[in-house]
Nanobody, 114 residues
Framework: QVQLVESGGGLVQPGGSLRLSCAGS????????MRWYRQAPGKERELVAQ????????IYLDSVKGRFTVPRDNVKNMVFLQMNSLKLEDTAVYYC???????WGQGTQVTVSS
């Protein structure tokens, strides 16, 4: 079955850290660029981070630069979103995506609150 499954969301205080995981299956994960999106209540979905299939290039939303990184493991078919120095405005549902297959995970909730 071709799918992406996210995990690792939760409740964290401002300034804290979370590591989201996304496991891909049913396709050649190592061939595809991977993305993380997020959608906050009442807002449009936005691209947070992207990493190319060969690890060469990463792209980040301006508001997360210097705080988030997007490592991947092509042996384990996984991509991660390491989120540090979290802010209230990072609260959203985070989705894993591979654009080339138009494949989305189910999303994982991240709530930053004191």
């Amino acid at each position: 079955q071709v799918q992406l499954v996210e995990s690792g969301g939760g409740l964290v205080q401002p300034g804290g850290s979370l590591r989201l995981s996304c496991a891909g299956s049913g396709f050649d994960f190592y061939d595809y660029d991977m993305r993380w999106y997020r959608q906050a209540p009442g807002k449009e979905r936005e691209l947070v981070a992207q990493i190319t299939w060969n690890f060469v290039e990463t792209i980040y939303l301006d508001s997360v630069k210097g705080r988030f990184t997007v490592p991947r493991d092509n042996v384990k078919n996984m991509v991660f979103l390491q989120m540090n120095s979290l802010k209230l405005e990072d609260t959203a549902v985070y989705y894993c995506n591979t654009a080339a297959l138009n494949l989305w995970g189910q999303g994982t909730q991240v709530t930053v609150s004191s």
